[in-house]
């Protein structure tokens, strides 16, 4: 697959997400937490909105390398790459949203409001919605009947380099 085409592919698979799974590493073990999506950069990337002295932002600042992962019922994604902590209040305006008033009380101002701003450089995405998802049914049973393996086309399954 072109690197352009499964670019665009993960972007299609991202772009309606507004949570994702952020991993960090600690110094003993991978956490995974839950985060809101601020906003997606070209799909590939995202801004995630934080508490600047959270947990997550301490193992951050030790080793900025992370996962985010995405997933609905038919759809999964997975992006590796760096995050960056971002006070910029210009920014944080831009982004904001009122839902996150239950995590920061007194709004954009918050003292406590952060952005992490994730770059990826390599993503990976399973895709079996729409007719993708009736290309994998009909892939699956004629596998099970035949006894071969299940093949995924790059339409449904690809490794990306960012």
Do not use: C
């Not at 831009?94 to 390599?122: H, M, R, Y």
């Amino acid at each position: 697959m072109d690197t352009n085409d499964g670019r665009s592919r993960l972007q299609d698979v991202v772009k309606d997400f507004d949570v994702a799974m952020l991993v960090t590493r600690t110094t003993s073990t991978m956490h995974a937490r839950p985060m809101a999506i601020a906003s997606l950069l070209d799909g590939i990337g995202a801004y995630l909105v934080t508490n600047v002295n959270s947990l997550k932002v301490d193992e951050i600042r030790a080793d900025p390398y992370a996962l985010l992962t995405f997933q609905t019922a038919k759809q999964f994604a997975s992006l590796q790459g760096n995050l960056t902590i971002s006070r910029d209040q210009k920014l944080i305006e831009e982004l904001w949203k009122d839902v996150w008033k239950v995590w920061f009380p007194q709004g954009k101002s918050d003292p406590n409001i952060a952005l992490l701003k994730f770059t990826a450089d390599e993503g990976e995405y399973w895709d079996n919605a729409g007719v993708q998802g009736f290309k994998y049914l009909y892939d699956a049973a004629k596998a099970y009947v035949t006894g071969e393996t299940l093949q995924t086309d790059s339409a449904q399954h690809a490794k990306v380099e960012l």
